[in-house]
């Protein structure tokens, strides 16, 4: 079992900046794939970034250039930098892990309003 827990969301002036941050405990494996999502109201979960283990990083398009995703192996923590924030990027944003083919449950997640 894997518990994610999501920090760091709070409410932001469109072209301001967040760190999010993901801590993820249980049964962890060195090789492993953290990813972010998010959900917006009314709106299906979508990927916006993903680390591999050796630090290799993709991002969805929306994100690119705006975002940072980095993790601490020793921490098994997840970082989501998200820099000129928009207000579409208003969203529930959610970590979780695949490992050995399979993925975490989702935690709660944390929420992020991009607004002035």
């Known amino acids: 079992q894997v518990q994610l827990v999501e920090s760091g969301g709070g409410l932001v002036q469109p072209g301001g900046s967040l760190r999010l941050s993901c801590a993820a405990s249980?049964?962890?494996?060195?090789?492993?794939?953290m990813c972010w999502y998010r959900q917006g109201t009314g709106k299906e979960r979508e990927l916006v970034a993903s680390?591999?283990?050796?630090?290799?990083?993709t991002y969805a398009d929306f994100v690119k250039g705006r975002f940072t995703i980095s993790r601490d192996n020793a921490k098994n923590t997840v970082y989501l930098q998200m820099n000129s924030l928009k207000p579409e990027d208003t969203a529930v944003y959610y970590c979780?892990?695949?490992?050995?083919?399979?993925?975490?449950?989702w935690g709660q997640g944390t929420q992020v309003t991009v607004s002035s």
């Open positions: 979780n892990v695949l490992q050995r083919g399979s993925f975490a449950s």
């Open positions: 249980g049964s962890i494996f060195s090789a492993n794939v």
């Open positions: 680390i591999t283990s050796g630090g290799r990083t």
